[in-house]
């Protein structure tokens, strides 16, 4: 063959934090290429070769769309549409290909390029750098675009395996961290507004499985701000698959807190029950923590001595990935996810129609728990666990989550 060679357009999808799993990283592969086979369109095909994810895309499938797909992959670092050429091949049908990536890269507005070669299969005659200048001189010549090895307006890709040539021009960023579950299950505390969605967000990329709950508190909380939770999740979805999604009845709960407990501590109080609720559903879920979108100092019921307070009722891990950022990165993060919208939509959620005028912020947990004490505890969650709704949540929509039936906590 002399310039000739039969090529497939594919997607290669390639990890970081993964290859360091030692011993365990085929169980962390796996879960990559089951997590992308859920997220391609079509009957996509997607393959584990060479430390890579290798994706044959379903007949009628835009590499557009598949390329959306995996960058919400979690564990995939960076993208790339490649054309794969068939060995046997020639030097001369590698460079008919990479020059098609060039002038499309040309039609996009860049004036520079690179060759980035790489030589895995050392029975090719030609080294890397002597791959990467014969390509590069063919590239030049067809196009007309200038050689800039430091800053190139793009940089393109030929990798020569035993099997094939793969060549690809942009490289794409993925949303790295972990694939899906390989860290087990959380189920987060999401109220609605914008950060306990970036929380779970965060949360998920570092392989945790998501359940969630939210306390709704009707008629104080209308359809609305339930909407909006269920909204959040499909939101969230698109990135980590189902979540299962509580609507935990808090009405009588916050009702007991507003006539028994002292104002400046309601908040903490109420917070103190939804966590105790919260780990009642992660027993059901099979949850090892719960995650929650407090940051440090943001509002008066995020201190350092509300939070201990909060937290001290919780058995299991409670995780803050929020805690020590401001609200211009989580707001940044929010509208990269796609929640933002979402969250800002105007339905109030319980802790903003119930905060206190004048809260304290520096609650000892003595004076927290005599607060608490006014509250039959047990009584008030097991009858809220009761008239919850478990609902299994995708990208595409909401539905009951069966078994049905009360939560014991």
């Known amino acids: 063959m002399s310039g000739e060679g039969c090529s497939e357009t594919l997607l290669l999808g390639h990890w970081a934090e993964v290859a360091l799993k030692g011993c365990n990283r085929p169980q962390f592969e796996r879960a990559l290429r089951r997590a992308a086979l859920q997220r391609l369109p079509g009957r996509s095909g997607v393959e584990l070769r060479d430390g890579r994810l290798v994706v044959h895309l379903a007949a009628g499938v835009p590499a557009e769309?598949?390329?959306?797909?995996?960058?919400?992959?979690?564990?995939?670092?960076?993208?790339?549409?490649?054309?794969?050429?068939?060995?046997?091949?020639?030097?001369?049908?590698?460079?008919?290909?990479?020059?098609?990536?060039?002038?499309?890269?040309?039609?996009?507005g860049a004036e520079s390029?690179?060759?980035?070669?790489?030589?895995?299969?050392?029975?090719?005659?030609?080294?890397?750098?002597?791959?990467?200048r014969e390509i590069g001189?063919?590239?030049?010549?067809?196009?007309?675009?200038?050689?800039?090895?430091?800053?190139?307006?793009?940089?393109?890709?030929?990798?020569?395996?035993?099997?094939?040539?793969?060549?690809?021009?942009?490289?794409?960023?993925?949303?790295?961290?972990?694939?899906?579950?390989?860290?087990?299950?959380?189920l987060c505390l999401l109220s609605g507004g914008i950060d306990s969605p970036v929380a779970a967000y965060l949360a998920a990329k570092r392989g945790l499985a998501l359940s969630?709950?939210?306390?709704?508190?009707?008629?104080?909380?209308?359809?609305?701000?339930?909407?909006?939770?269920?909204?959040l999740c499909r939101?969230?979805?698109?990135?980590?698959?189902?979540v299962r999604l509580w609507v935990g009845h808090f009405t009588d709960i916050q009702s007991a807190v507003q006539e028994s407990v002292p104002e400046p501590l309601r908040t903490i109080v109420a917070r103190r029950m939804m966590v105790r609720f919260a780990e009642a559903l992660c027993r059901r879920e099979r949850a090892g923590a719960l995650v929650t979108g407090d940051s440090l100092g943001q509002v008066a019921s995020q201190t350092l001595e509300a939070l201990t307070a909060v937290g001290e009722v919780a058995a299991l891990p409670l995780l803050r990935p929020l805690v020590t950022a401001d609200k211009t990165e989580i707001v940044d993060l929010a509208r990269r996810i796609g929640t933002y919208a979402i969250s800002v939509r105007p339905f109030d959620d319980c802790c903003t129609l119930f905060a206190p005028r004048h809260p304290r912020t520096r609650p000892t947990r003595g004076e927290v728990r005599d607060a608490e004490g006014r509250l039959a505890v047990g009584a008030l969650l097991?009858?809220?666990?009761?008239?919850?709704?478990?609902?299994r949540v995708t990208p595409d929509g909401a539905e009951p989550y069966p078994p049905p039936g009360a939560v014991k906590g």
Not at 76 to 88: D, E, F, G, T
Not at 113 to 122: S, V, W
Not at 235 to 242: K, P, S
């Open 65 to 108: 769309a598949g390329i959306a797909a995996l960058q919400r992959c979690f564990g995939i670092v960076s993208v790339r549409r490649a054309r794969r050429i068939a060995r046997p091949a020639d030097l001369a049908a590698l460079a008919v290909v990479a020059v098609e990536e060039a002038r499309r890269a040309q039609a996009a």
């Open 113 to 132: 390029f690179k060759i980035a070669a790489r030589r895995a299969d050392k029975r090719f005659a030609l080294r890397s750098p002597d791959l990467a």
């Open 137 to 186: 001189g063919a590239v030049a010549a067809a196009t007309g675009l200038r050689v800039d090895v430091h800053h190139p307006d793009v940089q393109i890709g030929c990798d020569v395996r035993a099997d094939a040539f793969y060549v690809w021009g942009a490289v794409l960023p993925g949303p790295g961290g972990l694939p899906t579950g390989t860290a087990g299950r959380a």
């Open 212 to 231: 969630a709950a939210y306390f709704h508190t009707f008629p104080y909380t209308g359809d609305g701000t339930r909407q909006k939770v269920v909204d």
């Open 235 to 242: 939101a969230l979805a698109a990135y980590t698959g189902e």
């Open 382 to 391: 097991e009858a809220a666990a009761a008239r919850s709704e478990r609902l």
